[in-house]
């Protein structure tokens, strides 16, 4: 069974605020990550993404992602695969919903742009050159498959309960 939820109807302040709130939320759970070698995987951002894709957009919930980064970063709550880790599953998420209203393709989107892109940037070009370290991409494919797939799975009963409240229609 697919669960297909419409559109959310939102003005510009209701996008910034609900922006806004997600950031602030995401940053709040950001100590509850788990350290993987030079990662600190976190699947309270994927959740964040999946419904942040949903709520606001991709590009909305791109500028969530990239906030959320920049201050995890800033509080040495992350490390700078935070942002590979987190912009194109947020991205990806956000067109899935925006094409489809399917909560498990919103979530899809989240484990493919995290699992599989933000991985492979991660350890091809965020490690070597922002990092200083060389790593194997398998060394980061799993971990980031990992945490998105908890965290998207989290994201669907999210947006479950969104729905149910009157969030999305």
Same mark, same amino acid.
């Given at each position: 069974?697919?669960?297909?939820?419409?559109?959310?109807?939102?003005?510009?302040?209701?996008?910034?605020?609900?922006?806004?709130?997600?950031?602030?939320?995401?940053?709040?759970?950001?100590?509850?990550?788990?350290?993987?070698?030079?990662?600190?995987?976190?699947?309270?951002?994927?959740?964040?993404?999946? @419904? *942040?894709?949903? %709520?606001? &957009?991709?590009?909305?919930? /791109?500028? #969530?992602? !990239?906030?959320?980064? =920049?201050?995890?970063? +800033?509080?040495?709550?992350?490390?700078?695969?935070?942002?590979?880790?987190?912009?194109?599953?947020?991205?990806?998420?956000?067109?899935?919903?925006?094409?489809?209203?399917?909560?498990?393709?919103?979530?899809?989107?989240?484990?493919?742009?995290?699992?599989?892109?933000?991985?492979?940037?991660?350890?091809?070009? @965020? *490690?070597?050159? %922002?990092? &200083?370290?060389?790593?194997? /991409?398998? #060394?980061? !494919?799993?971990?980031? =498959?990992?945490?998105? +797939?908890?965290?998207?799975?989290?994201?669907?009963?999210?947006?479950?309960?969104?729905?149910?409240?009157?969030?999305?229609?």
């Amino acid at each position: 069974m697919t669960d297909h939820l419409p559109a959310p109807a939102a003005t510009s302040t209701r996008l910034v605020a609900y922006s806004v709130a997600l950031a602030a939320l995401a940053v709040a759970l950001s100590p509850l990550s788990i350290p993987t070698g030079i990662a600190k995987l976190s699947p309270s951002q994927h959740f964040i993404n999946v @419904v *942040a894709g949903a %709520l606001v &957009g991709p590009w909305w919930g /791109l500028a #969530v992602a !990239i906030v959320t980064s =920049l201050v995890r970063n +800033a509080l040495g709550l992350g490390t700078p695969l935070a942002f590979p880790g987190s912009v194109f599953g947020v991205v990806l998420a956000g067109l899935a919903y925006r094409h489809t209203r399917n909560v498990y393709f919103t979530a899809l989107g989240e484990v493919i742009g995290t699992g599989l892109i933000g991985a492979t940037v991660g350890a091809l070009l @965020v *490690a070597p050159y %922002l990092m &200083g370290r060389d790593i194997a /991409l398998t #060394v980061l !494919i799993l971990p980031f =498959l990992l945490s998105s +797939a908890v965290g998207a799975a989290l994201g669907i009963a999210g947006l479950q309960v969104l729905r149910r409240l009157g969030y999305l229609h």
